[in-house]
């Protein structure tokens, strides 16, 4: 059984920043080998892969849209996964979700995670 939880969502304006979490939890106690993946889905829209961080080693992978605003980072002890949005834009307006895949290598599609959490509103103001 696997528990992902998202946090840290809300209202902020155009150009500021943001901080989820996504709180991992699983039987077996380790992701070790996982790959954690963000995506977002906003309005009418379909889900959109963000980005990308491999549990080991931290490897990092990210969308065109996000590169050099976004990052994600991991930390094992608590076993929570981050997405750090800098320079934030309305077009950024939407759910975010994170998302576990058992293999190595990372996906962009969201058929290639087997696990999901419930998502966070991430909205920007103009």
């Known amino acids: 059984q696997v528990q992902l939880v998202e946090s840290g969502g809300g209202l902020v304006q155009a150009g500021g920043s943001l901080r989820l979490s996504c709180a991992c939890a699983?039987?077996?106690?380790?992701?070790?080998?996982?790959?954690m993946g963000w995506f977002r889905q906003a309005p009418g829209k379909e889900r959109e892969f963000v980005g990308a961080i491999r549990w080991t080693g931290g490897s990092t992978y990210y969308a065109n849209s996000v590169k050099g605003r976004f990052s994600s980072s991991r930390d094992s002890a608590k076993n929570t996964v981050y997405l750090q949005m800098n320079s934030l834009k309305p077009e950024d307006t939407a759910v975010y979700s994170c998302?576990?895949?058992?293999?190595?290598?990372?996906?962009?599609?969201?058929?290639?995670?087997?696990?999901w959490g419930q998502g966070t509103q991430v909205t920007v103001s103009s």
């Open positions: 699983a039987s077996w106690r380790t992701f070790s080998g996982y790959v």
């Open positions: 998302a576990a895949d058992r293999n190595y290598v990372i996906a962009t599609a969201p058929s290639g995670y087997d696990y």
